[in-house]
T-cell receptor, first 111, second 110 residues
Framework: GQQVMQIPQYQHVQEGEDFTTYCNSSTTLSNIQWYKQRPGGHPVFLIQLVKSGEVKKQKRLTFQFGEAKKNSSLHITATQTTDVGTYFCAGPANSGYALNFGKGTSLLVTP | ETGVTQSPTHLIKTRGQQVTLRCSSQSGHNTVSWYQQALGQGPQFIFQYYREEENGRGNFPPRFSGLQFPNYSSELNVNALELDDSALYLC?????????FGPGTRLTVL
């Protein structure tokens, strides 16, 4: 079945440094979603990418969907301590709106 | 806040027991999905309900079962609990492709 893999598993940066997490799927995706989970919290939807080669920005966050629709990335410019959390990518599962999540990248930002 | 609520917040059970977790979906959302999130892992899809019918299932054994009610709230039942069932259980109601997650129920099996 479809597998979604993310790297790195962990990233520790100094505040102000950039951060990137990468997501790869074993199959072509109709769309990819990104979620953020703060420590002790639940996943919160960030964005959905649908088109091949799509790039979307949300303030300091830049999301890309690969041309083959099998990979994606999330880049954060000039990290802040509020960016701390685990970032998950997720592709559609076989059932309705269900999702296959990657294992996530945990970001730690130190001041 | 997403408007998705779950109860209880925390639960401790012993191996072999049964547990029922509850979820109230966001108003207007008729699809509810359940996920299991083990520590340090991503959420794993258990099953999904659409208009009171199971609408897909992940790789979980039959002792994981569920219900959806006419008001679209949902229950997750787990029988014969095992130690590995200890996890955060998340429900998510859906609007198109976006999933709105509840705060989760932390289940500990001793």
């Amino acid at each position: 079945g479809q597998q979604v893999m993310q790297i790195p598993q962990y990233q520790h940066v100094q505040e102000g440094e950039d951060f990137t997490t990468y997501c790869n799927s074993s199959t072509t995706l109709s769309n990819i979603q990104w979620y953020k989970q703060r420590p002790g919290g639940h996943p919160v939807f960030l964005i959905q990418l649908v088109k091949s080669g799509e790039v979307k920005k949300q303030k300091r966050l830049t999301f890309q969907f690969g041309e083959a629709k099998k990979n994606s990335s999330l880049h954060i410019t000039a990290t802040q301590t509020t960016d701390v959390g685990t970032y998950f990518c997720a592709g559609p599962a076989n059932s309705g709106y269900a999702l296959n999540f990657g294992k996530g990248t945990s970001l730690l930002v130190t001041p | 806040e997403t408007g998705v609520t779950q109860s209880p917040t925390h639960l401790i059970k012993t191996r072999g027991q049964q547990v029922t977790l509850r979820c109230s979906s966001q108003s207007g959302h008729n699809t509810v999905s359940w996920y299991q999130q083990a520590l340090g892992q991503g959420p794993q899809f258990i099953f999904q309900y659409y208009r009171e019918e199971e609408n897909g299932r992940g790789n979980f054994p039959p002792r994981f079962s569920g219900l959806q009610f006419p008001n679209y709230s949902s229950e997750l039942n787990v029988n014969a609990l095992e130690l590995d069932d200890s996890a955060l259980y998340l429900c998510a109601s859906s609007s198109r492709n976006e999933q709105f997650f509840g705060p989760g129920t932390r289940l500990t099996v001793l």
